[in-house]
């Protein structure tokens, strides 16, 4: 079974920054594209960074310059280095990666459970 854990998320002042972590375990074949998403109280989860195969990268207009999504494919994980961070950033940030797994020919989409990051003024 393929598995999503993200770690690194807390309590961190306004300016400040924080590391996220998504590792990837399980029968993997192949990871495709991988990025972390956010959802705040009574809002849509929205995409924050995406990282493709080839390492194309995008943001949300929202965290670009602050934000940087990086992957260790040799871990099957990825990173978001997060910096001067606003209290608008609050919420709980998930990983989600299409992966194809070892018994499937096509990728399918998966989510980790999610790390709650909260920034205060």
């Known amino acids: 079974q393929v598995r ?14 924080l590391r996220l972590s998504c590792a990837a375990s399980g029968s993997i074949f192949r990871i495709n594209a991988m990025g972390w998403y956010r959802q705040a109280p009574g809002k849509q989860r929205e995409v924050v960074a995406t990282i493709s195969s080839s ?6 207009d929202s965290v670009k310059g602050r934000f940087t999504i990086s992957r260790d494919n040799g871990k099957n ?12 950033d609050t919420a709980v940030y998930y990983c989600h990666a299409n992966i ?5 020919t ?4 998966y989510w980790g459970p999610g790390t709650q990051v909260t920034v205060s003024s």
């Open 4 to 17: 999503l854990v993200e770690s690194g998320g807390g309590l961190v002042q306004a300016g400040g920054s």
């Open 55 to 60: 390492d194309s990268l995008n943001y949300a």
């Open 77 to 88: 994980t990825i990173y978001l280095q997060m910096s001067s961070l606003k209290p608008e």
């Open 100 to 104: 194809q797994p070892g018994i499937a």
């Open 106 to 109: 096509i990728p399918l989409p």
